[in-house]
């Protein structure tokens, strides 16, 4: 069965503060996974999106890594800022079949002054 | 450039009611997409549609239906609307049909 696993399902840290948000997936076969940021009551913003040969993709203060081998990525945020505080979604895409995009639960981030 | 529009913003519809929620794609783009979002958990997918035929449906009932439009806008119609049916719904473009996705604002429903 094609899931999307996200760790942990909440978390909260310090402003100023690293973390790093986990992602395990077993959808195949794999075509690209992607991070996205939501925050309350809004749509999911695009962070980063990687396919199978890559294996860090940096956007700013976000770094999302893939493990295609044993089907892990993290998403690591550096120097955390308030405005950081959101919903963090993986989703996972399988090749040539649009019914395959799985969205994980996210993990709810809160950044504390 | 405008992003991707939905409307309407938020709606309150009772039991039994039929809805249509519209979207509006990036200019360009000729994929959109609709997901299901109960609060406290991930977008669901409902159907994608790529050049006004629909590509993907997920595990929804056939209360729930869409189509596309000759300028790529979209409308997802519900009927016999559920209780359960209360959540966020989002629609997303892209230029192609694998393609990174944007997603709009999303629409409110509440089933009361």
């Known amino acids: 069965k094609n899931q999307v696993e996200q760790s942990p399902q909440s978390l909260i840290i310090l402003e100023g503060k690293n973390c790093t948000l986990q992602?395990?997936?077993?959808?195949?076969?794999?075509?690209?996974l992607r991070w996205y940021k939501q925050d309350t009551g809004r749509g999911p913003v695009s962070l980063t999106i990687?396919?199978?040969?890559?294996n860090t993709k940096s956007n700013g203060r976000y770094t999302a890594t893939l493990d295609a081998d044993t089907k892990q990525s993290s998403l690591h945020i550096t120097a955390s800022q308030l405005s950081d505080s959101a919903s963090y979604i993986c989703?996972?895409?399988?090749?040539?079949?649009?019914?395959?995009?799985?969205f994980g639960s996210g993990t709810r981030l809160s950044i504390r002054p | 450039d405008a992003g991707v529009t939905q409307s309407p913003t938020h709606l309150i519809k009772t039991r039994g009611q039929h809805v249509t929620l519209r979207c509006s794609p990036i200019?360009?783009?000729?994929?959109v997409s609709w997901y299901q979002q109960v609060l406290g958990q991930g977008p669901q997918f409902i159907f994608q549609?790529?050049?006004?035929?629909?590509?993907g449906r997920g595990n929804f009932p056939d209360r729930f239906s869409a189509r596309q439009f000759p300028n790529y806008s979209s409308e997802l119609n519900v009927n016999a609307l559920l209780l359960g049916d209360s959540a966020l719904y989002l629609c997303?473009?892209?230029?192609?049909?694998?393609?990174?996705?944007?997603f709009g604002p999303g629409t409110r429903l509440t089933v009361l």
């Open positions: 997303a473009s892209s230029q192609l049909d694998a393609d990174t996705q944007y």
């Open positions: 992602c395990n997936y077993t959808v195949s076969p794999f075509s690209n």
């Open positions: 990687m396919t199978f040969s890559e």
């Open positions: 989703v996972v895409s399988a090749r040539s079949s649009a019914s395959k995009i799985i």
């Open positions: 200019s360009g783009h000729k994929s």
């Open positions: 549609y790529y050049e006004k035929e629909e590509r």
